[in-house]
C-alpha cells in the first residue's frame, strides 16, 4: 500500500526528471529543490540531509576536481598529446593506435572532463592540419576516457562516491586499483572495438556543418550557443559600439 511519503518521493521524482529533461534550471538547483522539499515533508531529516557533505568519496572527489585543474593549468596534458599526434601522413586506425591507450592510462588518475576538454581542441586542430576527419577522433577519445576510468578507484567520481557509501554501510571499501581487476579487461576491449570499428561507423564530414558549393553554410547549418550574462556584465544596457569602445579603453 502506497503511504504519504512514498507519494511525494514518486512525485518528486518524476517532477525532478521532467525539469532536468526540460532543461529550465541548472541541475544542482533542482536537486536542491528536491532534497528541500523532502526535508518540509519530514522525509529526510536535517542530519541526513548534510549527511553527503561528510562523504569521504564526495570530499575526495572535490580534492581531485582541484587537482585535475591544477594539471590542466600546467599544460602537460597538452604537451602529452602533441608528442603523442603524428605529424606526417598517417591513417585513423595508426593515429587512434597511438592517442588512445595514453588517454585511457591518463584518464584513469584523473577526471574525465578536464582530459577531453584538454585533449579535444588539440586533436581537431591537428587533423585538420594533417587532412584527417576530425569526426574519426574526438568521440573514440570522449569513450576511451571513460574506459580508463573504470580500472581504478579515482578514476571517476561516481566510484569514489559508491566507496564513501559502503564505507559508511561499515564495510570494507575498494583498493586503489581493485577494479582494475575487471576494469582493465573492460578498458582493452573496448579500445580494441574502437580501433575497428570507429573509422566505419563515424562520419567523414558532419552533414550540418557543410557548406553549399559556393562555400556558404545555410543558416539552418549552423549550431546556436547560448551564454547566460552575469548581472554585473558591463554591457547591459549599453550599445555595442560603446561597449567595444570600453574594453578598447581597458586594453589600453
Not at 588539440?122 to 585538420?128: C, G
Request: hydrophobic share 50%; with cysteine; charged share 15%.
Amino acid at each position: 500500500m502506497l503511504t504519504f511519503e512514498m507519494i511525494i518521493v514518486f512525485l518528486g521524482l518524476i517532477g525532478m526528471v521532467t525539469a532536468l529533461v526540460l532543461d529550465k534550471m541548472r541541475p544542482g538547483m533542482i536537486l536542491f529543490s528536491v532534497t528541500v522539499l523532502f526535508l518540509c515533508f519530514g522525509i529526510l531529516t536535517p542530519k541526513e540531509m548534510l549527511e553527503g557533505f561528510s562523504n569521504k568519496g564526495m570530499i575526495t572527489v572535490a580534492l581531485l576536481f582541484l587537482i585535475s585543474e591544477g594539471v590542466r593549468q600546467s599544460g602537460a596534458l597538452g604537451q602529452l598529446i602533441k608528442k603523442l599526434l603524428p605529424q606526417g601522413t598517417t591513417s585513423v586506425f595508426k593515429a587512434q593506435a597511438r592517442m588512445l591507450p595514453v588517454i585511457s592510462f591518463v584518464s584513469a588518475f584523473l577526471n574525465n572532463t578536464p582530459v577531453v576538454v584538454i585533449f579535444a581542441p588539440i586533436i581537431k586542430r591537428w587533423a585538420e592540419s594533417i587532412h584527417l576527419p576530425a569526426t574519426k577522433f574526438l568521440i573514440p577519445v570522449s569513450y576511451a576516457t571513460i574506459l580508463g576510468g573504470v580500472c581504478t578507484l579515482i578514476g571517476t567520481s561516481t566510484n569514489l562516491v559508491v566507496d564513501g557509501m559502503i564505507l559508511d554501510a561499515g564495510y570494507k571499501g575498494f583498493g586503489m586499483f581493485e577494479l582494475g581487476r575487471v576494469g582493465i579487461f573492460i578498458a582493452l576491449t573496448g579500445i580494441v572495438y574502437l580501433l575497428l570499428f570507429s573509422s566505419r561507423l563515424l562520419p567523414d564530414v558532419r552533414k550540418d556543418t557543410v557548406g553549399d558549393e559556393h562555400g556558404e553554410a545555410d543558416a539552418s547549418s549552423f549550431h546556436r550557443v547560448e551564454a547566460v550574462i552575469g548581472a554585473r556584465f558591463p554591457g547591459i544596457n549599453k550599445r555595442v559600439g560603446i561597449l567595444i569602445l570600453s574594453v578598447i579603453m581597458v586594453l589600453r
